[in-house]
């Protein structure tokens, strides 16, 4: 067995070409500071719900931080924030060579990153994450994705909730000028200088002999809420 292949066996991960390496070491430290520029200009006018995190925070409680795969830019942007709180966020990558780059940038910003695929690495993803927990960290996870259906909850992170009694955070936002992109979730992206609400709703748990696919479909709609909340404030 080829050295490559032996270690994409036993990480997941695609193996990079010298070219490749060279790109990301170029572009991520770019993209990092056009993240940052993005981020700073955005003015949070209200941030509702805050106290629910915080106290997860102030307890030394691990949390799934769900939002929508739509709502992830700046929901990232503002858990990324969070740090100086105490929180310890966490963000699933692709082991794909496109995943190589998000992982720079967003590991250069601070999250602690794992590397995983629904489709390729669930299995292993889903264990990461399980000790990723354990060990203090927060992981952020869009709940629909990576693929969709759009605004459809799928039921493994109520069953991460239940394996590791770790309560499920709904988050979201609105911005009132924004890039929507023409991908299969319409991604929201804030414009430079727009207003931005953020709204956190209450912890949800999934205890013991709950049924997965009914708390899946309790956080879309908690998820729903929360963005037509946020929606509604920046509009008034």
Known sequence: MSQSREHQQKTGRTPL?????LFIALAAPLLRGLARAL?????????R???HLQTLVDDQRSALLCCWHQRLVHTVGCLLGARARGLQPGFLVSPSRDGELIAAVIGGLGATI????ANRTGARA????????KAGVSPIIAVDGPHG??????????????MTKAPMLPISFAADRYWQLKSWDRMLIPKPFARVVVVIGEPLAC???????????????????????????LSA
Not at 126 to 133: A, I, K, P, S
Not at 207 to 221: K, M, N, V, Y
């Open 49 to 51: 719900g805050e106290a």
């Open 126 to 133: 889903f264990r990461d994450m399980y000790t990723t927990l």
């Open 114 to 117: 794992l590397r995983g695929s």
């Open 39 to 47: 981020l700073a200009s955005c003015r949070v006018v209200a941030v």
């Open 17 to 21: 070409s010298r070219r490749q390496r």
């Open 207 to 233: 205890e013991r002999g709950d049924i997965p696919d009914a708390l899946a479909s309790t956080l879309g709609e908690r998820l729903d809420a929360i963005t037509a909340a946020a929606e509604a404030e």
């Open 149 to 162: 259906p759009a605004r459809t909850a799928k039921p493994g992170t109520p069953m991460l909730a239940q």
